[in-house]
Structure formats: structure tokens, C-alpha cells
């Protein structure tokens, strides 16, 4: 599994195709539109857009898009347990199929374009003599789709919920969660604030998209943590004692959970806040 964040300035002038990796987009801010071989979907904020590996694909920005991507060796997924034997989501799932949206044909499109594909060493070019958008129709079970996260339907109770209920996809070794808007726990004795907790079989990275995080401080929109494996980790000072009494959260952030260790990239550009470790001594 990759992890990245992405900014898009420019248009590209080129389709893309990833041989690789299936790839899923959330969209922190921006709107625009994807182009791809089964058709065209309207992008915008809140998205979450899987494209399975294989799919031509090019996007157009109309405002400046920002957000994260994931590419995963395997098939990003709704969760098998939102799921029966006919694959249907059930009616616990915390979303459904009138919530996924699929990419709508448009008038086919003749002519030659340039082609960039992911390969496992680099990229390879390529100049098609027929453009590949020259679909009329298509079927079965592989085509790019997206869902909103604030169509994401949270799952409370009287006491603190545990992060499995906010699973939204799953791939092989990782699943992706969704922290919205919700309300807090409603039995008189909760602590809506999540416990001290380490996740020993897992890695822990969190994308902070908006809002007041009911558990941190010091943390802005577009801040992302890594928690590894075996680390404690909780409530900020304060942050524990100061939820009681709270009904609600405003926020919104994407989690994913990983069953192998991740590395952090090497790169020029210093974005680590090197006091994070030590903001639980502060108050």
C-alpha cells in the first residue's frame, strides 16, 4: 500500500492508466471532472473515487483539487461484512448502493492521444492512434465508482464505539475508515472520547479533513499522523476530561489501518512536526 497526498494545479494533457496499483482518491477540496474509458464523473469535495488498476483515466480541474491517494496492490473494496453471499450491501451496512455513483458515457471520441503507464519500474509512453474513449456501452463488474463521505451513515450507541464501525473499504493487509459528523455516546455515565488504546497489529494513519477533532490538539485540516504498531496512544491533555457532557462532533477524517509496517518516504522537504511526540505532556 502507498500513501499519498496530491495537489492538481494544472490540467493533464495526457491520459493515465496504472498497470500496478488500483488507486482510490479523497477529495479534501477542489471540483473538476474524471474522464475515463467507461465514462465521466463529476468530482468534488468529499469524494471518495476508487479506479481499479487498468483504467484509462484523465482528470480535469475546474478549481484547484487537493486531497489523498491510496494505491493498493489489491482490489479496494466495500467490507465483507456489509456484504451477503450475492454481494449486496445489507442493511446495517452504514451506506448502500443508491449512495455509489458510476461514470455516465458521452459521445464517443475519435483521434489520437497520448498514453502514460504506471509500470512497477517507472512509467511507459505511448502515442494511441485511436482514442480509447470510444465506448458505447458497457457491463459487468470493473469500472471506476465514488461515494461521498458525507454519505457515510455513523453508527453510535450509549457507550463509546470502537473504530470498526467506521469502515467504509477494505483491501488485502488495510482498511479505510471514515470519522463524520456524529452523535457522541448517550448513556449518563459515557466518556464520548476514545480510550488510550495501542493498535498492536496494526499501523495507524489518520487524515484530518475538517472540523474540531473531538481527541487532538494542535492538529489542522490536511494534518496526517502515523501511530505504528505497539505505540499508546490516546486523547490529547484535556481533551479526555473536556468531552463529557459534549452530544455531538463536527469533523471529518479518513483513517487507514494497515496489517504490515509502513516506511516513510525519504524526500527534500521537511514536513514533519518534530513536537508531536511530545504534545500528550502539554496541556
Known amino acids: 500500500l502507498i500513501i499519498n497526498k496530491f495537489h492538481v494545479d494544472s490540467n493533464m494533457n495526457y491520459l493515465y492508466r496504472n498497470g500496478q496499483y488500483d488507486e482510490m482518491f479523497y477529495i479534501q477540496k477542489g471540483e473538476g471532472e474524471l474522464l475515463t474509458n467507461f465514462g465521466s464523473m463529476n468530482v468534488n469535495k468529499g469524494d471518495y473515487i476508487v479506479i481499479p488498476r487498468g483504467v484509462i ?56 492521444v497520448d498514453l502514460k503507464v504506471k509500470i512497477m519500474n517507472g512509467f511507459q509512453n505511448y502515442t494511441l492512434n485511436n482514442h480509447p474513449f470510444d465506448l458505447v456501452g458497457w457491463d459487468g463488474y470493473y469500472y471506476p465508482w465514488k461515494i461521498n463521505i458525507n454519505d457515510f451513515e455513523p453508527i453510535t450507541g ?38 488510550p488504546h495501542s493498535n498492536v497489529d496494526s499501523d495507524e494513519v489518520i487524515f484530518y479533513s475538517m472540523g474540531n477533532f ?70
Open 57 to 112: 483515466w484523465k482528470l480535469i480541474k475546474d478549481k484547484p483539487i487537493k486531497g489523498l491517494l491510496l494505491e493498493s496492490k489489491s482490489p479496494i473494496q466495500t467490507p465483507n461484512k456489509y456484504r451477503n453471499k450475492f454481494g449486496q450491501l445489507m442493511e446495517h451496512s452504514p451506506y448502500c448502493e443508491r449512495d455509489i455513483v458510476v461514470p455516465k458515457l458521452g459521445k464517443p471520441i475519435s483521434g489520437k
Open 158 to 195: 450509549s457507550i463509546h464505539q470502537p473504530p470498526p464501525v467506521h469502515q467504509t473499504f477494505e483491501g488485502s493487509g488495510f482498511v479505510v475508515c471514515s470519522f463524520v459528523s456524529r452523535l457522541f455516546d448517550y448513556h449518563p455515565d459515557a466518556i464520548p472520547s476514545p480510550y
Open 214 to 283: 473531538m481527541s487532538r490538539n494542535g492538529i489542522e485540516e490536511e494534518s496526517i499522523t502515523l501511530h505504528p504498531a505497539g505505540i499508546t496512544h490516546g486523547p490529547h491533555p484535556g481533551k479526555y476530561e473536556g468531552s463529557i457532557g459534549k452530544s455531538k462532533t463536527e469533523e471529518l477524517a479518513v483513517m487507514i489501518d494497515t496489517f504490515n509496517p509502513l516506511k516513510v518516504a525519504d524526500n527534500k522537504f521537511d514536513f514533519e512536526d518534530s513536537e508531536y511526540s511530545l504534545s500528550w505532556l502539554k496541556k
